[in-house]
């Protein structure tokens, strides 16, 4: 079974990575995450000059998601070029350099100094969403506008200087701030000469209370952040799949991966490979070993031998649902249950909207007569003895 994948003539071991966060902070850091089965590494954004974090800045909140004003890398570009790229070299994986100009040129002249370092990639992001606040409190007179969401021209320019300065490979990193048009900013940096695209960065602003004080959760003026994790996951899983039917280049799925399912879905949606941060930091440096491992589990169950082999399954089931005529379906498919896996433990009965399903002696009941058909059953099933399918293959 090979789980290897190419971006952009680079060859990974693997296609796990790590996002860009605390997990790329540093060199040291860098090495110790690499232990486990990474494909590849990123740096937090590296900026020309050290960046002080608003503290509080990092909160989880309900379903696995996390909402975060981290800044960037709170060490010097120069640091980075001389002490912590030979570092995290000695992991022996490919390191991506996330890197941010304040101005087109500081861009180029980052990019450079990565190339220099030793980065296998640059990643050039679009927009923290959820900063402006908090840099006009930290720099009175300072002016933050929203970011630019529809207009990617802009962007696409400093993705072209950005290509033409160096030789490796260089990613556009989208906010999931972009996800309404992605497709256009997609077509916009591949012409420009962008390699390869990962999608997506948090969405914001959000903010979380604290319903003891009614204090916001997070720093700065008014505990603004940035949202990741499990939530993200639906909205971005939308977008890699809008992206990979616009452009023919690498895609890396980034939001809420946190098992090797959540890794599968990506690569069903066409992603070539997934990156994470959030499940590390709230599960540990294990959780990138066990997205790998769940992945090849979930490979051999289904007696797949390599990642192109169910790499954008779901644009064929798409395109089968418009040749069959079955984009819009009418007829109830009913539930079907397998008595011998329930577990009684109740899930159906309570999320059954349409009340057609009511606990027996020992069992469910299942009401065909009150059944809608709408599904919720079966994704609530605990043992998953519920069989309820309208598009069987």
């Known amino acids: 079974?090979?789980?290897?994948?190419?971006?952009?003539?680079?060859?990974?071991?693997?296609?796990?990575?790590?996002?860009?966060?605390?997990?790329g902070m540093d060199g040291e850091r860098i090495g110790l995450v690499s232990e486990f089965n990474l494909g590849a590494a990123t740096t937090k954004t590296i900026v020309k000059d050290m960046q002080t974090d608003v503290l509080p800045n990092m909160k989880m909140v309900r379903g696995g998601s996390m909402i975060n004003?981290?800044?960037?890398?709170?060490?010097?570009?120069?640091?980075?070029?001389?002490?912590?790229?030979?570092?995290?070299?000695?992991?022996?994986?490919?390191?991506?350099?996330?890197m941010a100009g304040t101005t087109p040129e500081e861009a180029v002249e980052l990019a450079r100094g990565c190339e220099a370092a030793g980065a296998?990639?640059?990643?050039?992001?679009?927009a923290c969403p959820h900063?402006?606040?908090?840099?006009?409190?930290?720099?009175?007179?300072?002016k933050m506008p929203l970011p630019e969401v529809n207009d990617p021209r802009e962007y696409a320019r400093q993705i072209e200087a950005v290509k033409k300065a160096v030789k490796i490979p260089v990613i556009a990193k989208f906010s999931a701030i972009f996800h309404l048009n992605c497709k256009t900013w997609a077509r916009a940096v591949v012409d420009a000469g962008a390699d390869a695209i990962s999608a997506a960065d948090s969405i914001g602003p959000v903010i979380g209370i604290n319903i003891e004080d009614g204090q916001p959760i997070l720093g700065g003026p008014k505990g603004y952040g940035g949202l990741t994790g499990a939530a993200l996951k639906p909205l971005v899983?939308?977008?890699?799949?809008?992206?990979?039917?616009?452009?023919?280049?690498?895609?890396?799925?980034?939001?809420?991966?946190?098992?090797?399912?959540?890794?599968?879905?990506y690569?069903?949606?066409?992603?070539?490979?997934?990156?994470?941060?959030?499940?590390?930091?709230?599960?540990?440096?294990?959780?990138?070993?066990?997205?790998?491992?769940?992945?090849?589990?979930?490979?051999?169950?289904?007696?797949?031998?390599?990642?192109?082999?169910f790499r954008g399954l779901?644009?064929?089931r798409i395109r089968e649902r418009a040749e069959q005529g079955k984009q819009i379906l009418r007829e109830y498919v009913y539930p079907q249950r397998n008595k011998n896996r329930c577990t009684a433990c109740g899930n159906c009965v309570m999320a059954c909207a349409y009340g057609a399903i009511e606990m027996?002696?020992?069992k469910p009941e299942f009401i065909t007569e009150k059944c809608h058909g709408c599904g919720m059953c079966a994704s609530v099933c605990s043992t998953q003895s519920i069989d309820h399918n309208y598009y069987p293959v």
Not at 237 to 256: C, F, K, N, S
Not at 268 to 291: C, F, K, P, T
């Open 314 to 316: 779901t644009h064929t």
């Open 131 to 142: 900063m402006g606040n908090i840099l006009e409190a930290m720099y009175p007179g300072l």
């Open 69 to 98: 004003c981290v800044f960037g890398t709170n060490l010097t570009a120069d640091q980075w070029f001389n002490e912590e790229f030979p570092k995290a070299r000695k992991a022996g994986i490919p390191i991506i350099a996330n």
């Open 1 to 23: 079974m090979d789980l290897s994948v190419d971006i952009a003539g680079i060859k990974l071991k693997s296609p796990i990575i790590s996002s860009s966060s605390i997990d």
């Open 267 to 309: 690569i069903m949606a066409g992603a070539s490979a997934v990156a994470l941060s959030s499940s590390s930091i709230r599960n540990g440096y294990e959780v990138y070993a066990d997205v790998y491992d769940g992945l090849a589990a979930f490979m051999k169950r289904k007696g797949y031998n390599s990642l192109a082999d």
């Open 360 to 362: 027996g002696e020992s």
């Open 237 to 265: 899983l939308r977008m890699v799949l809008e992206i990979t039917e616009e452009v023919d280049v690498p895609v890396i799925g980034i939001g809420g991966v946190a098992s090797g399912e959540d890794a599968a879905e």
């Open 120 to 126: 296998s990639f640059i990643e050039y992001p679009t």
